[in-house]
Structures are given as structure tokens and as C-alpha cells.
């Protein structure tokens, strides 16, 4: 039978809204993480990181949480704008000498102007 | 900085024929790692290389696939003989230091396999 294409989770907010993305990782001893977006057509971009000692971290109109009691990590952005609109991947890594990132399956973010 | 290049940008080809994929990394990142990202399965890495050396290629689907890494400016990634399910958009990503700077990721080469 025909393949089922991956359903992206999808988000949709107004121009000026905030937005929560949320992504649950998979591998507890993972200790690196990353957000990335992609915009139509492009390569994934990077965002914003946090290492697993720490629970947030601020960027321009970005911030990232990270709850690992129950392997969570949350992207926030502020003030979301029409360039926003992309698909978002949070990426972990699980550290050691291993040098790859495991993306998750993304959410799609439409702002609405 | 150009940023990752990939070429060519788009490729089609049809079913049996010999397909190469090609990537410049940024000037003076040590690795190089070449995705595959499809609607069914995601981003899955393929194969990464340190200083020219491919450190792991556990994600390489089968032996249709190769890559090389001949120097620190240039990889290319085969797929002989292709097949409709290769249909897919490869990426090409390099870094200094992946647990400072992540990955930057070329604007990729979307194959059709007819």
C-alpha cells in the first residue's frame, strides 16, 4: 500500500502571540541539545542550545527550557512575526566521544498576520 | 563565508543509474555529515566524517550507498544503483566543534529517482 507520510505535530498562532514548541527527547543520557528551524526549501538553521546542567537559556525573542525528569524541552518565542513560520526540530546528543545529532520529527509554525 | 555548499541542488534521475551528491564544507570544520531527510522518516544521518575519516556510517541504508571524504574541502555521497525509494533530500552539514556550534547544514540536493 501507498507509504503514510510523517504527520507533523502543527502549531498555528497570530502575528504578535507567543508560541511554545515542545519536543520529548528520547535518550536520558543525552547532555546537548539544540533547536533548529527550517524554512521551506532550506537547510536547517540553528537557533538556540542548552547543555544539561542548565534548565533555560535566553536568546533574541528565543528561549529554551529543559526539563529532564521527564526528558522535555520547550522553545519559546516571543512576539512571534510571519518570518517565523518554518518547521522546528529540537536535536539532541548524547555525549561522550559521539559527535551526532538525533533530530526529532519537527513542528510546523504558521503565523497568521 | 559561503556557508555549505551543495551540489547540484536538484536531481532527477532514473531507476539504476549512478548518483553523486556533492558537498564543500565551511573552511576549517573537522566534521562533515551527510542526512537524509524524507516526510516518512525525518532527518536521518547517513554517515559522518572526522578530519577526512568516517568515524561512523551506521545510518548508511545498504551498500548502494558510499561516501567519501578525499580532502578537507570536498565529500561526495554515491548512490549506485538508485532506486525510487532514494527519492529523498540529502543534506550536507559541517562543524568546528559540534558541542559548541551544532551544525550548519548546506541547502541540500533533493533527488527524484524515476
Known amino acids: 500500500g501507498e507509504s503514510v507520510g510523517l504527520h507533523l505535530p502543527t502549531l498555528s498562532v497570530q502575528e504578535g502571540d507567543n508560541s511554545i514548541i515542545n519536543c520529548a527527547y528520547s535518550?536520558?543520557?543525552?547532555?546537548?541539545f539544540i533547536w533548529y528551524k527550517q524554512e521551506s526549501g532550506k537547510g536547517p538553521q540553528f537557533i538556540i542550545d542548552?547543555?544539561?546542567?542548565?534548565d533555560k537559556r535566553q536568546g533574541q525573542r528565543v528561549t529554551v527550557l529543559l526539563n529532564k525528569t521527564v526528558k522535555h524541552l520547550s522553545l519559546q518565542i516571543a512576539a512571534t512575526q510571519p518570518g517565523d513560520s518554518a518547521v522546528y526540530f529540537c536535536?539532541?546528543?548524547?555525549?561522550?566521544?559521539?559527535?551526532?545529532?538525533?533530530f526529532g520529527k519537527g513542528t510546523l509554525l504558521t503565523v497568521n498576520p | 563565508d559561503a556557508g555549505v555548499i551543495q551540489s547540484p541542488r536538484h536531481e532527477v534521475t532514473e531507476m539504476g543509474q549512478e548518483v553523486t551528491l556533492r558537498c564543500k564544507p565551511i573552511?576549517?570544520?573537522?566534521?562533515l555529515f551527510w542526512y537524509r531527510q524524507t516526510m516518512m522518516r525525518g532527518l536521518e544521518l547517513l554517515i559522518y566524517?572526522?578530519?577526512?575519516?568516517?568515524?561512523?556510517d551506521s545510518g548508511m541504508p545498504e551498500d548502494r550507498f558510499s561516501a567519501k571524504m578525499p580532502n578537507a574541502s570536498f565529500s561526495t555521497l554515491k548512490i549506485q544503483p538508485s532506486e525510487p525509494r532514494d527519492s529523498a533530500v540529502y543534506f550536507c552539514?559541517?562543524?568546528?566543534?559540534?558541542?559548541?556550534?551544532?551544525?550548519?547544514f548546506g541547502s541540500g540536493t533533493r533527488l527524484t529517482v524515476v
Open positions: 552539514a559541517s562543524s568546528l566543534d559540534v558541542l559548541v556550534y551544532g551544525y550548519t
Open positions: 535518550n536520558s543520557a543525552s547532555d546537548y
Open positions: 542548552i547543555r544539561s546542567n542548565m
Open positions: 536535536a539532541e546528543n548524547s555525549g561522550g566521544s559521539n559527535y551526532k545529532l538525533t
Open positions: 573552511s576549517g570544520h573537522d566534521y
Open positions: 566524517f572526522n578530519n577526512n575519516v568516517p568515524i561512523d
